[in-house]
Each structure stands twice: as structure tokens, then as C-alpha cells.
């Protein structure tokens, strides 16, 4: 079990990441698509990932393996609750000091010791040979691992970023109501199933029992798409605190792109009822703002939901419908979207 040690000035300096991260959901998708569970979810988005690849995860395996300790240095942390986004941490993590790098392989190394494998001994020297580079405090093998990184993310994130982003930011709705509705109280109490707001604990399951202290620094937390079972924190403890934990019902990945169902959003009403939807409402107060009736809201909404314009989440007893990157770029006139 983890356990977060919140005093009242942490409580008062939680907040919410504003977008999903870039290199948390490449190192975490890197997981998934490894893992056979989960096929409903991740299934498809597995074999289209890789067939697109092109031998980019023999190297990342190297530094991520499919469970346990992961070295810190490859997810960038942000000063505030604004993400890195790609590039800026890419650049983050090739500035990582070399005695870092070090340090965090050198526990890669003894927990992966500790582990039993079922790879051959080829297997075992090619993923020995990146982290023995690295160890050495070489640029090369850095931007080797970089690229890596960067050719990973094109072909398995990437293309499912817009679905990705819309699966944060509805969490995210459903997380800023909690926060006026009841405060840091209620925000924390309305977290996954797999933690547990047991003030001034926040309990998580973990592989392990742990214990973080936030010593008034704050809690950062990110919402993941591919983080799944239980969340993520840095293992050093020195670094600032982030809690990364899965979307609820995240639905399976897919591309945005445009379908048959285009020819179904002609009308005044259904426009009038995406633009009400703004930044997030239930379906009572979809059917008030839009002036329909309950009924017209919820059958709308679903039409909406089907062609990836709307993302919508359980609220306690009611659903919350909040706009998806598709359909925030519909309603400004087909302004591009940003990936990052």
C-alpha cells in the first residue's frame, strides 16, 4: 500500500495537471502494449501500435521493463500543474545530470536482478547493453534512447492523442465539480476506486507498502490514460510529488477521424446542444441550457458521444458530458488542433 501523508498546507496546494503528459503516457503505453490484459480496451490499439514500429521497443525495454521500477529521469516533472508537453521534455530529459542517470540505473539494475525472466540470454545482453552505455555517462547512447522515445510516441500515442486528451480532460471535469462542489476533501474522495481519501492519508494500492511525505510541497495530480490498476509516483522522494492515476472507463483508443456519422450533426439543435455543453454538465443541465427536453438532451448527447465529439463520465448519480478536442475544433470552425 502507498500512503501520502497530506498536512493541511499540502491540502491546500493540491491541484490538477491541465492536460495528459506526453512522456507518462509514452512510458505507461509502453506497458500496456506489452501486456496481455485488458485486450477489450487495448486490444486493437495494440496491433495497430505495432505494426507501426520499428524496433523501437527492444531498446526502450531495456530501461522499461514490464513491471516494477522505472528510472525517474524518463518522465520530466513540471514546476507547476502545466505538463512539459514533448518536446520541452525531451529536452528536460537529455539535460538530466549524469550522476543521476547513473543512480537511477544502477537501481534499475539490482531490481531487475531480483527478478525472475523467462527471456533468453540474447534478449538479456541486448537489453543489458543500452543501460551499460548509459551507465558509461556517453551523450550517444542518451540520444539513442531519445530517439527511441520519440519514434515510440509517433506511431503508439500519438495517433490516439486527441482521444487521449479528451479521456483526461473529462476526468478532469468530473474532478474541478468534486473541487467546487466539496473542496480538496472531496476532490481527493472521488479518485479511483484504488485510493482512498482516509484524511489526513491518502491511501493507494501499490505493489508495495510505501510511505511519501509532502512536507507542504503540494500533490500533483495527473490523470493518465494508459496508467491502469494502480497509480504512479516518483520513487525518489526528493522530487516533486505527483500522483499519476488512471481516466475512468477510458474506452478503447481510436483514431479522430471523421466517419459516416458526419451527416447526422446537420440541424440548429444538436449544434445548439454541443455548444451548451461547454465545459462540462449533466444531462439536466444539457436539457435546460439548450432548452430541450430531458429526453432530447440525453438522445442528442449520445448522437454526439458516437462521433467523438463528446466524452461523457458517471457523476455520482448523474452523467457528466464534456466537449472532446474534435469537437471543441468543430465548434471554433475547424481551428487545428494541438497535439501537445
Sequence with gaps: MLRIHVSRLDLSRVRMATRPDALWETILSFHRLRDRRASTVFGKWRTESRARLNGEAQLLAAVVPPRGYFPDFLTPSPEGAEPLGLDVGMEALRDTPADRVHAELELLAAGRTRQRTDRSV??????????????????????????????????????????????????????????LDGGTDELLATLPPMIRWRSPVLEADYPFDRDLYLDGRGLLLQPSFFCRGTPVVYRDPSLPPVLVYPVANPGAPVFAEPGPWLGRLVGHTRSAVLSSIGTGCTTSELARRAGVSLASASQHAS??????????????????????????????????????
Design 122 to 179: 540474447g534478449q538479456r545482453a541486448a537489453g543489458a547493453a543500452l543501460p551499460a552505455a548509459l551507465l558509461e555517462g556517453r551523450a550517444e547512447p542518451l540520444t539513442r534512447l531519445i530517439g527511441a522515445l520519440r519514434s515510440y510516441h509517433r506511431a503508439a500515442v500519438e495517433p490516439y492523442w486527441p482521444h487521449i486528451r479528451a479521456s483526461v480532460e473529462a476526468d478532469r471535469a468530473v474532478r474541478g465539480r468534486a473541487l
Design 303 to 340: 448522437v454526439l458521444r458516437e462521433a467523438g465529439l463528446v466524452l461523457t463520465l458517471r457523476h455520482g448519480s448523474s452523467v457528466l458530458h464534456t466537449l472532446t478536442p474534435l469537437g471543441g475544433s468543430l465548434l471554433r470552425g475547424g481551428a487545428p488542433l494541438t497535439l501537445h
